[in-house]
Each structure stands twice: as C-alpha cells, then as structure tokens.
C-alpha cells in the first residue's frame, strides 16, 4: 500500500496497543514510524530494473526479520522516553506495527515475499488496491481525533477506525470471490478455457473489477462492475507470440518476471527488440512494468541490461471511462 496509508495504519495500532500508558503522540509516532521502516528498500539499488521490482517487499517485509527487530526498536523507544517498565508493551505495539505492513501489502496484487529468508516466494491476495481511499480514510480519522479528543473517546474513535479498516478489507475479499466465481462461469459460456485465473479491483475502488485469465495462446481480459445489470462478463482475447516464448526460456531476467508474476506475463518483439510485461498492474496495452530483455542482430536474440519501458495508463482516457464504467455502464475497454 501507499505511504501514508502505512502510516496511519502503524499510527493506529502504536495508539490501540499503548492506550494510556504513553501519550497518544508518542504511540502514534512510533507506530507509524515502525509502520513506514519496511519501505525504505526501496530506495536500494540492487542493480539492474527487473532486480529493483522482484526485491522490493522482499527482506524488510519479512515477517521473520521484522520479528528479530522489534525487541531492539522498542527498547531505544523505551530508553529515549525513560518508560523502560512499559518495554513488553512498546515491543508489542512496535511488533504489530512493523508486521501489519507486509500483511496489508500481501492484500495487493503486487507480491510480498513473507517468508524470507526460508522462502522467496511473492504471496499476494489481490483484493485490495495499492491505493483505496476507504480503507485509508477511517485510519487517519481515528488517529487525528485520538491525538485531539479526551483520552478514552479518542481511543474509541482509533478503534472504530481500525474496526472499519479491517471490515473493508474483508469486504475486499468477499467481493473478490464474488467476482472470480462470476468470471469462471462467464469464461465457461463463451468457451474459454483458462489455465490460471486473476482478479483484481481497478484503481481506488472495490466495486469495479479487472479480470485477467491466461489461455493457451495468450490471455484475455474483461471488466465487471458490481453495479453491472447482468452476472456476465466479456472477455477480449489477446494472442501470445508461441514462437517467441522458447526463444527467451534462458534469460534470467525474464524467468524473473515469469516467476514474480506467478505466469502472469506477455512477451512481444518490436522494433527487433523483446520485452516482457507483467500483466497484473496496468489493462491493455498500458502496463507499469514492461522491461526490454532482448535484443535481434542477425537473426539472433541477444540478452541484454533490462530497460524499463513501462507506461501509465493515460489517466485523461481511462478516469472517465473506469468512473463510467464503475456505475454500471457496459462500455468497451479504452484501448
């Protein structure tokens, strides 16, 4: 999720795990200090594009590590406000604030690696945008009239915002559920057979919702709107260059791709160079992380540095089109 949703959220707990043994501003800080630490790797430069994107959420959003941390952040925050007799509570409230931020990224599409460093593998649920404005929302609310109201009415109003934060997640992924049930059986009356299966809601939003499904010669994506009039999705077809796929079976960048984006992924060739695109964030054909990783002379692909050559969707197209779309309205994609 976003910074400041991380923020909040880390400010939340620091409050609801603290209550009255410190001032509201200190467990506040604190908690979204702690809350925000894990993103700092992304200012690590591990060498290449494709190495940036597969190793951020990586180390420090594991879960292992963040435990191993928490003791040694909580004893300089007990040290420097000379609470030492609340040392078991600053680790519990630095513990949860450092660990509910892989946990909410793992409710994004984009992959966290959790379990490092016994595993790699990038876990992510997809329910939830990197940005939702209602989940964010009664997080902030709940920390400003903490840290503005009376004691115990503060800590109420922080509770309910924590309570309706975690209600929408949840709502995200009844949802969620809801909408693949509903791609499975629309993907079943137009004859398409799926190998894999991806769901996502667009962006700030869980009631319009990308449905991305990878068939034998490429995939096929298709929108579904929770306000839409009728359980069916429509699916636009879009083929994969068969040819090209064994072509780049050794290049370690893209098998990079292949695995972080759990197959989710096209290569294309244009202008005799190869790219791969990660096809979970972004709708056709703009995608955030398209990278070249290849290059054709004399017939021959020859792997090369990745480059970065992904784009925003053109947020003057798209905007009107998603908040039409959202309502209801049986439109076709903004290509």
């Known amino acids: 999720m976003d910074s400041l949703t991380q923020l909040a959220l880390g400010a939340a707990v620091g409050i609801a795990v603290m209550r009255r043994r410190t001032a509201a501003w200190k467990a506040a800080l604190w908690g979204g200090l702690c809350g925000t630490l894990p993103d700092l790797d992304a200012f690590i430069d591990h060498g290449d594009a494709i190495s940036n994107m597969t190793l951020h959420r990586a180390e420090s959003h594991a879960l292992f590590y963040l435990t191993l941390a928490a003791p040694l952040l909580a004893g300089i925050i007990a040290w420097l ?64 009239l903490a840290l503005g109201a009376r ?24 949802a969620q559920q809801h909408v693949t049930s509903l791609a499975r059986a629309s993907l079943e009356a137009q004859g398409l057979a799926a190998r894999d299966l991806l769901v996502t809601p667009t962006p700030f939003n869980t009631v319009l919702w990308r449905v991305l499904a990878l068939t034998p010669d490429g995939h096929a994506e298709g929108f579904y709107s929770l306000l839409d009039g009728k359980p069916r999705i429509a699916f636009e077809r879009f083929p994969q260059d068969a040819e090209l796929l064994p072509r780049i079976a050794d290049n370690r960048p893209a098998q990079r791709i292949a695995a972080f984006s759990h197959g989710f992924f096209k290569v294309e060739q244009r202008d005799g160079q190869v790219r791969i695109t990660d096809l979970r964030m972004g709708l056709e054909p703009s995608y955030f992380f398209s990278f070249v990783v290849a290059e054709q002379h004399d017939g021959r692909l020859e792997p090369r540095p990745p480059l970065p050559v992904g784009v925003r969707p053109d947020v003057q197209r798209t905007g009107p089109w998603l908040w039409r779309r959202l309502l209801g309205e049986p439109l076709p994609s903004p290509r």
């Open 81 to 144: 406000h000379r609470e030492r007799t609340h040392f078991g509570r600053w680790w519990l409230a630095v513990w949860l604030a450092l660990v509910t931020h892989p946990l909410l990224d793992l409710m994004t599409v984009y992959g966290t690696q959790l379990a490092r460093p016994f595993s790699d593998f990038p876990y992510a649920v997809g329910s939830i945008f990197i940005i939702d404005p209602l989940y964010t929302l009664p997080l902030l609310a709940g920390v400003a």
């Open 151 to 174: 004691a115990d009415r503060g800590l109420r109003w922080n509770t309910v915002g924590l309570l309706l934060s975690t209600g929408y997640l949840a709502w995200s992924v009844v």
